[in-house]
């Protein structure tokens, strides 16, 4: 690892700061709705499915990619080609990959702004502040472009202190205070009423939907939005990690703790649901199927909140700290390719690069906001329907069609021992070649 563009200093710290990137309103808002609105397990099992054996092999190619690499993602792309065709064809990937998490980052932000918001909203009624309390909830403009810069604003101000300082350092306390808010509502909700049908449509999986395509398709577009794939985003963080460290054992390790969460969050969000059904409070919309998107975490779980009393704004407290915290473990990885990239292209000054790319963000934010009826949905339709299965399969295809095979067996050899017995070994260069691309392309063309 060179010194000067620094790197995680443990395995810890990338398993952190990789999680932190993975864990996000993905797991805890998406996955549950997504759940919820799919037949329940059958969704849960489609996706531990599509998780451990689509996104989880196109994760070990972006890893690799960057570990081989050791340098921002279009560099990294650009080591590995041999050709000014495979060049140009990697600098397209690994640039666009870049776009796409500034993209995702500039919606990201707005909607991790309304959770900041509602974070801030209960303390400010602790303490008698009521007006201020409203404005928070209230979805205006001036609030949102408020809470929208400061969520920007933090995020720049952990990604100008570096890797070391910066993301690992923060991911490190953020993501065990995510774990135990997590599990702590987990064990609040199991205490009221209602809560057990909850846990009954969560872990009945109605099977006659497993093969239903729009389950197929939510639950694989949900497993790359939560691996953060193609977004050049794990490309750097493998370009963090050092060699001596086993990669294929940290990306799995990645990837359980992700799917782990996603699965937590399902146990507080689903039950949480049927507690304020059972308080009266209507879980369905008018076409009969139930609340998801943002009238649920907005509308629904603020009325359960409103019914526990003075507990409640502990619990709201609560909720929303935990959905800010993983928005900004999340945002810290969308800014860093794009800073990376600067930094190491064009030679600016990580703090200075790491200031301006987070302004244009922000302005773009501000720029959906004023849009936001319409812009919003464009940008995250954009960005993470089409954006991120066609980079990740790029990303499948460059590692499979065009870094030799040995190549790659050396860069997955570096601190794996044994590694040749592994089931991985055998199949994955194999699997990332053909079955990957292919998978992600048919079921890219039927969600068109
Ligand atoms: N994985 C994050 C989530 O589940 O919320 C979202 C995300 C992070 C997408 C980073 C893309 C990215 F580059």
Avoid at 7 to 18: D, E, H, K, Q, V
Avoid at 319 to 338: C, D, K, Q, R, Y
């Amino acid at each position: 690892m060179s010194v000067s563009r620094g790197g995680f200093s443990s395995r810890l710290g990338f398993i952190m700061a990789a999680a932190g990137s993975a864990v996000g309103l993905g797991n805890i808002w998406g996955f549950p709705t997504q759940t919820a609105s799919n037949g329940g397990a059958a969704f849960v099992l489609v996706y531990l499915v599509l998780a451990f054996f689509l996104a989880y092999p196109a994760f070990m190619a972006e890893l690799l990619i960057g570990r081989y690499g050791q340098a921002n993602a279009v560099t990294s792309m650009q080591k590995i080609a041999r050709n000014p065709w495979q060049k140009r064809f990697g600098f397209a990937v690994g640039f666009g990959g870049i776009i796409c998490a500034a993209l995702i980052l500039s919606f990201y932000a707005i909607i991790a702004g309304w959770m900041m918001s509602y974070a801030v909203e209960p303390l400010a009624r602790l303490v008698g502040l009521a007006n201020q309390a409203d404005w928070m909830v209230m979805h205006s403009i001036p609030r949102n472009i408020f809470f929208t810069a400061t969520f920007v604003g933090l995020t720049i101000i952990i990604i100008r202190r570096g890797v070391e300082q910066g993301i690992e350092k923060w991911s490190k306390r953020l993501m065990p205070m995510l774990i135990a808010l997590l599990v702590l509502l987990i064990l609040y909700v199991f205490t009221l009423d209602g809560a057990q049908a909850g846990f009954a449509a969560y872990l009945n999986p109605d099977i006659s939907r497993v093969l239903d395509p729009e389950l197929l398709i939510s639950a694989l577009g949900q497993a790359f939005f939560s691996l953060s794939l193609g977004t050049s985003v794990m490309i750097i963080y493998g370009s963090y990690i050092a060699k001596k460290e086993n990669l294929v054992s940290l990306g799995a390790q990645v990837t359980l703790i992700d799917v782990s969460i996603a699965f937590l969050a399902g146990l507080l969000i689903i039950p949480a649901m049927y507690v304020a059904q059972a308080q009266g409070v209507s879980i369905f919309a008018e076409d009969g199927s139930l609340i998801s998107g943002s009238s649920l975490v907005f509308t629904v779980l603020p009325a359960l909140f409103a019914n526990m009393g003075a507990a409640g704004l502990f619990v709201a407290f609560g909720f929303f700290v935990l959905m800010s915290i993983a928005a900004l473990t999340s945002s810290i990885s969308m800014l860093e390719g794009p800073v990376s990239f600067a930094v190491e292209r064009h030679k600016l000054a990580r703090k200075k690069a790491t200031t301006y790319i987070g302004l244009v963000i922000l302005m773009l934010s501000i720029v959906i906001v004023l849009n936001l009826s319409w812009m919003l949905d464009f940008v995250a339709i954009l960005s993470t329907q089409y954006g991120q299965p066609l980079i990740a399969m790029f990303c499948c295809i460059f590692v499979g069609w065009i870094w030799h095979r040995n190549d790659i067996l050396a860069e997955i050899k570096q601190g794996h021992l044994n590694v040749e017995n592994s089931f991985f070994w055998k199949i994955w260069p194999w699997y990332v070649k053909f079955v990957c691309p292919t998978a992600i392309a048919l079921v890219f063309i039927h969600s068109l």
